[in-house]
């Protein structure tokens, strides 16, 4: 993955990237209002029950008077509806809240992943993508939807308690005090290594996602080459180390929680011991111990919960760290402040000066080397040469998802990088060597290439690009869905759906890549013809190893090591001899 590792920073820097959720939740604040209001409302219901308990106690019981038990019956009855409606009410804005504002968070990650450049793509993994935008969204929606509210309505009850401890039972109280430290000392000790094991945890499982993900999309190849054994051995180890990071996760806020609970009841004991003492000694009624009491469990209660929680929120601030890890990721091909408008209509004139480029993920390697090529209006020029010479680097510079190192391209004299990219790429259609078919409908799949054209416009594409019978024969013809990445097709009409597409954008610059690649040879020379026709009055590039599908280019262009060897029409280069005569004489004598 490209995002950088994690550093150790502390704990208090780390929950500091829930900073980020803000202004996801900014746009709710209504609903932040409202559970803010339910929760205070809850809280006192709460801290009124003891009250209560000590009044029927010391005026109930120590007086035996029923009327008492009756009334204080009844107002607890009172209390336990008032907390009934409160806590729905806070559940349901809380819930809701969470709930909208990780729809944002999604939506905007995607947003701003997708319009990340293809450099990116190249170094990162599709399944820890999916992870972060899935999982790790998950544990941050956890958090709003129930930790958050948890650990607040815990801090207020914890407060609200220790107040009315103090109130009720000065002296016990301040041996209540005396033990707080120690029960926070765990928290503190363990939740540096509840942080750590929480990241690797979701790190594991992105690991595994992203075995799931290439191998379920590659399993014709999989089973080709009988590797499920394999491959289910290797996913197998990814869930076994992502288990056991997650065992000792689990073990240690286990291990937090079991000395929080301990030290908390141990506390109550003293207390209660204590207090209990005074009672018998007449220093205190049982109705006011038990008042005390009840709020040193509501304290140790609420302890208990922040201690539970403080897991969560680690782990939600892991998760947070590896999202705003992908916010921070920026794309290095971006348009530019104040671009150059293209003339209308575009001309199609390309020009390559002394262009020179390596990948980054090959700095030490040039892919093309003083790259020089002129390509007048409404010309067809193909590109030929071995594998590595270069030729959909011409492609890709093209369509800018890379910029040269040095150099300049052009179209119509403006160059590239003064051209906003849907400019740009909105004037070029591309068929690429390997076509991506979407999981919706053959209809779906060649509007791609104009998203508003009308149903007849995709008809007459599919009949141009010889798709129209194999379409028809679909069971539900246009409206047929072709299944994830097109396994109802076969290759050469996964191509025919792409050349379809090429059709209906109809655009000036048209790039074809091997775009005949996997069709038979009646289906070749019926899709020649549809290409012919597509060309005319388009500037055309054509990548073809196939030399017998070049020979109508205006001018073939001859690459080898990135650079230009030699370039002429299919006779000339034939007569000249060297790379392409070889070329031919492999293809054509063999």
């Not at 009327?67 to 107002?75: D, E, S, V």
């Not at 208990?304 to 760290?321: Q, Y």
């Not at 549809?530 to 262009?557: C, N, P």
């Amino acid at each position: 993955m490209s995002v950088p590792p994690a550093t150790n920073t502390s704990p208090t820097r780390r929950i500091g990237a829930l900073r980020q959720l803000w202004p996801f939740m900014r746009p709710h604040r209504s609903l932040a209002i409202g559970w803010l209001v339910f929760l205070g409302i809850s809280s006192a219901s709460t801290l009124v029950l003891p009250m209560a308990v000590r009044h029927m106690i010391d005026q109930g019981f120590g007086a035996a008077s029923a009327a008492t038990i009756n009334a204080t019956f009844l107002g607890l009855f009172g209390v336990a509806l008032v907390l009934a409606a409160s806590t729905a009410a806070r559940y349901f804005c809380i819930t809701l809240l969470g709930e909208r504002a990780l729809a944002s968070m999604r939506s905007k990650l995607y947003t701003h992943v997708i319009r990340l450049d293809v450099g990116f793509f190249e170094r990162s993994r599709v399944g820890e993508l999916i992870s972060r935008l899935g999982t790790d969204t998950e544990v941050v929606q956890a958090l709003i939807g129930s930790g958050i509210s948890v650990a607040l309505r815990s801090t207020v009850t914890l407060i609200g308690a220790v107040v009315a401890m103090v109130w009720t039972i000065p002296r016990l109280a301040g041996f209540t005090a005396l033990v707080i430290p120690a029960m926070m000392l765990p928290i503190l000790i363990f939740g540096r290594r509840v942080r750590k094991l929480s990241r690797a945890s979701q790190d594991r499982l992105a690991d595994a996602a992203a075995i799931a993900n290439e191998t379920l999309n590659a399993a014709p190849a999989v089973k080709a080459y009988a590797r499920e054994d394999i491959e289910s051995t290797r996913y197998g180890s990814a869930i076994t180390r992502a288990l056991a990071t997650a065992r000792k996760r689990i073990g240690t806020r286990s291990l937090l929680t079991a000395t929080v609970i301990v030290l908390m009841f141990g506390a109550i004991t003293l207390v209660l011991w204590i207090g209990a003492r005074d009672v018998l000694a007449g220093n205190l009624t049982a109705g006011l111990l038990s008042q005390f009491v009840l709020y040193a469990i509501f304290a140790a209660g609420s302890v208990a919960g922040l201690s539970e929680v403080w897991g969560d929120v680690l782990r939600a601030a892991g998760a947070m760290e590896r999202i705003g890890e992908l916010f921070n990721e920026h794309a290095d091909i971006t348009s530019p402040a104040t671009p150059t408008p293209l003339h209308k209509p575009i001309s199609g004139a390309l020009r390559f000066e002394q262009v020179n480029f390596h990948y980054p993920t090959r700095p030490d390697t040039a892919a093309l080397y003083d790259f020089d090529l002129q390509i007048r209006p409404g010309e067809t020029v193909a590109l030929v040469g071995p594998s590595g010479a270069g030729k959909s680097t011409v492609f890709s510079l093209l369509l800018r998802f890379y910029d040269p190192q040095r150099g300049r391209i052009s179209v119509d004299g403006v160059d590239l990088r003064a051209l906003t990219l849907p400019d740009l790429r909105g004037a070029i259609a591309l068929v690429p060597q390997e076509t991506v078919i979407f999981g919706g409908s053959a209809a779906d799949n060649i509007r791609f290439g104009r998203q508003d054209a009308s149903d007849d416009e995709v008809r007459d594409a599919a009949h141009a690009a010889e798709a129209h019978d194999f379409i028809s024969a679909l069971g539900n013809g246009y409206d047929a869905e072709l299944g994830e990445r097109g396994v109802r097709l076969s290759g050469g009409q996964r191509q025919r759906i792409a050349i379809a597409r090429a059709i209906l954008r109809d655009a000036p610059l048209l790039l074809l890549d091997e775009a005949t690649s996997a069709l038979d040879a009646q289906s070749e020379a019926a899709i020649q013809q549809a290409l012919e026709r597509l060309e005319k009055g388009r500037t055309t590039l054509v990548i073809a190893h196939r030399l017998a599908t070049v020979q109508r280019a205006d001018r073939i262009v001859v690459m080898d090591g990135g650079r230009i060897v030699a370039q002429g029409t299919h006779e000339s280069l034939l007569a000249e001899g060297g790379l392409y005569a070889e070329l031919a004489r492999l293809q054509f004598v063999a």
